[in-house]
């Protein structure tokens, strides 16, 4: 699978009206969006992809990540077949091992040695009847040994909560070939203080998950960055501003070696779909 220009994240299109998901995802296609990506934080993820799908056309519908503590890996491949049969070749599958605090909350001590347990699901995934092709997943990565992992048994990498320092870093790791697609969060306001009600308890919450706060210690920012959300950071990880702004952001991620890049837009409403938004971004993008 070949992906590039920009998308849209959107946690509103996974867990959201799924009628208002199906219209928003049919308008994200016309305005020229390239692929839309939804989380995974538990229930069928399946039957959200399904719903994009049939919304649409051409756009690429994926998962950014399907959780695989969450899912069997013959069931998973056996939706795979199921969507692809139904609607083409469109379902990019994002595979990750979610986050400690979240897996173990529900089952503790589950979650152990993620990158040996990435291999094993990828091995059952590749092992299944018939199984899900590595070009059509790729891998939810941020450091060096998931990133390696990203280029040999997936068709590349799903980088969140990342700057495009980062993107750098990940292209030089994962080499020529493999996709590199990162999000990006974006703010559509000039007004900084703003900007920060909407984000900063938001960037706060993921700050707190142990593989967000490594990555971003190993990019270069201090633990008194992370503890308290500093502007630098804030100014890093999230793109606010006006359109011009956004662009700017998303060039550099592509200048930096990313393919495509998904853009997550946050509002004051975090359940409302942002569309006024996606439009805005759009004809910016157009």
Known sequence: MQLSGVGVWSSQLRYGDQAEAAEAAAELEELGYTAVWIPDVGGPVF???DNLLRATERIVVATGILNLWMHEPA???ASYASLTRTHGERFLMGVGVSHAPLIDSRDP???????AATESYLDSLDAADPPVPAGARVLAALGPKMLRLSATRAGGAHPYLVTPQHT???RAAL??????LPEQTVILTTDADEARA????WLRNYLQLPNYANNILRSGFTQEDVDSVSDRLFDAIIAWGDEAAVLRR???HQEAGADHVCVQVLDTDPQAFPREQWRRLAAALS
Request: proline content about 7%; glycine content about 14%.
């Open 47 to 49: 039957d959200a992809v």
């Open 75 to 77: 069931e998973v491949a």
């Open 109 to 115: 001590g589950r979650y152990r040695k993620p990158l």
């Open 168 to 170: 750098a870093t990940a």
């Open 175 to 180: 080499g020529t070939g493999p996709l590199l």
């Open 198 to 201: 909407i984000g900063t308890d």
């Open 250 to 252: 998303i060039s550099e």
